[in-house]
T-cell receptor, first 111, second 114 residues
Framework: GQNIDQPTEMTATEGAIVQINCTYQ??????LFWYQQHAGEAPTFLSY????GLEEKGRFSSFLSRSKGYSYLLLKELQMKDSASYLC????????????FGSGTRLQVQP | EAGVTQFPSHSVIEKGQTVTLRCDPI?????LYWYRRVMGKEIKFLLH????????ESGMPNNRFLAERTGGTYSTLKVQPAELEDSGVYFC????????????FGPGTRLTVT
C-alpha cells in the first residue's frame, strides 16, 4: 500500500525559514517530488529527489532519506507569496509514472 | 511555451448527466496523466497515456469513466452517467521522456454533480 504523511497546516513569519516534513511508506520508490499549489491554480513543480541528500534550488531546498522514508522541503527568506499548499508526492518503483500524493501542507506566511 | 490547458474550468451537472473534460498537454509531451481531488482528500491518480496508448489505468474508479487520446495530442475524460461522488477537481498533467519525468499540471476542471 501507499501512505504519505505531511502536516495539515503550518504558519511562519515573513523572512523566516520553515521546514515542511513528509514521511512515506510505499510499495516501491523511484523518486520524490514537491509541488507548490496556490488556491485554484495548478500544482507547480518545485523539486525532485531520488538519491539521499539535499537538493538546493534558490530559496527552496529538498532533502531525502530513503532508509527513513523521509523528506523535507526547506523554504528560506519566506515571502508572503509563499503562502500556498505544498504537496509531497512519491513515484513508485518500476515503469509506473503515476504519482502518489500526500494531502498537502497549507502554509500561511504572516507579516 | 504554453502550459497544460484544461476545459472547462468549471462544470455543474445533474446526477445522471454526461460530462466531457478536455486536456491539452504541453506540445511535444508524449506522457499525459489524469488525476482528481475530491473534497478534503489528496490528489489521486486516474490514468496515464503514452501518446495514444493507455499505459496505466489502474486508478480509474469504474466503467463510468472513459478516457481517450486520439492522435496522441489532446485527451478527453468522459463521465457517464455522473454520480454525486464524482464531484471534485480533475487535473491533467503531462511530461517528457526525461530523467525525472516531472509532471506539469493544468489548472484543473472543478466538477460539481448535484
Amino acid at each position: 500500500g501507499q501512505n504519505i504523511d505531511q502536516p495539515t497546516e503550518m504558519t511562519a513569519t515573513e523572512g523566516a525559514i520553515v521546514q515542511i516534513n513528509c514521511t512515506y511508506q510505499t510499495s516501491g520508490f523511484n523518486g520524490l517530488f514537491w509541488y507548490q499549489q496556490h488556491a485554484g491554480e495548478a500544482p507547480t513543480f518545485l523539486s525532485y529527489n531520488v538519491l539521499d541528500g539535499l537538493e538546493e534550488k534558490g530559496r527552496f531546498s529538498s532533502f531525502l532519506s530513503r532508509s527513513k522514508g523521509y523528506s523535507y522541503l526547506l523554504l528560506k527568506e519566506l515571502q508572503m507569496k509563499d503562502s500556498a499548499s505544498y504537496l509531497c508526492a512519491v513515484r513508485p518503483y518500476g515503469g509506473r509514472r503515476a504519482l502518489t500524493f500526500g494531502s498537502g501542507t497549507r502554509l500561511q506566511v504572516q507579516p | 511555451e504554453a502550459g497544460v490547458t484544461q476545459f472547462p474550468s468549471h462544470s455543474v451537472i445533474e446526477k445522471g448527466q454526461t460530462v466531457t473534460l478536455r486536456c491539452d498537454p504541453i506540445s511535444g509531451h508524449d506522457n499525459l496523466y489524469w488525476y482528481r481531488r475530491v473534497m478534503g482528500k489528496e490528489i489521486k491518480f486516474l490514468l496515464h497515456f503514452v501518446k495514444e496508448s493507455k499505459q496505466d489505468e489502474s486508478g480509474m474508479p469504474n466503467n463510468r469513466f472513459l478516457a481517450e487520446r486520439t492522435g496522441g495530442t489532446y485527451s478527453t475524460l468522459k463521465v457517464q452517467p455522473a454520480e454525486l461522488e464524482d464531484s471534485g477537481v480533475y487535473f491533467c498533467a503531462s511530461s517528457q521522456e526525461t530523467r525525472t519525468y516531472e509532471q506539469y499540471f493544468g489548472p484543473g476542471t472543478r466538477l460539481t454533480v448535484t
